[in-house]
């Protein structure tokens, strides 16, 4: 019974793999820009074996201990530019949970039979982050420092809205 090619070139590896290694870390020394578009083209050429390669070896509890480690390390080297970057990571996230929570208040007022109309007056600016002093307590938009004269318009307004509904 004759043997098949690839069952040789196995058996042939696993008694020589130290000469094998070497041989090939050797040759790559000696020639490593034209080694790395020989491989930058196999990945070009095999998208889809290069992610499976990459979905195994990230499964591997070892790399995930070692980028844990690695992150770790780079957040204790940098914990200003760690800080900066999660205060603007929770600042987005409350821009986002409040336009959330607006068109919520619509959808449920307009399910309940009701009218929406939004109430631009109550609501922070979306560049307030959080925890800043982001209104004038002297604002003459705010309710406590309007003028008779805009409370008497205000008042007309909301009457006259209210009759044409």
């Known amino acids: 019974m004759k043997k098949s090619r690839t069952e040789a070139n196995r058996k042939y590896y696993a008694a020589n793999r130290e000469k094998v290694l070497a041989r090939i870390k050797t040759r790559r020394a000696s020639d490593p ?13 095999n998208p889809e074996k290069c992610k499976e390669k990459q979905r195994r070896y990230r499964q591997k509890p070892e790399s995930k201990v ?6 770790r390390a780079r957040r204790a080297a940098n914990p ?3 800080r900066a970057a999660e205060r603007a990571f929770y600042a987005r996230a409350v821009v986002r949970r409040r336009a959330q929570r607006r068109v919520c208040y ?9 009218v929406y109309s939004p109430r631009f ?3 922070l600016p979306e ?3 959080t925890g800043k002093r982001a209104l004038d307590a002297r604002s003459q938009w705010l309710a406590v420092n309007l003028s008779a004269s805009q409370r008497a318009y205000a008042r007309e307004l909301a009457i006259e809205r209210r009759a044409a509904r």
């Open 80 to 82: 200003e530019a760690v």
């Open 33 to 45: 820009e034209r080694f790395r578009a020989l491989e930058a083209a196999w990945r070009k050429a």
């Open 66 to 71: 070692k980028a844990a480690a690695k992150q």
């Open 127 to 129: 560049w307030a982050a």
């Open 121 to 123: 007056r109550v609501r």
């Open 106 to 114: 619509a959808k449920a007022r307009l399910l309940d039979g009701k």
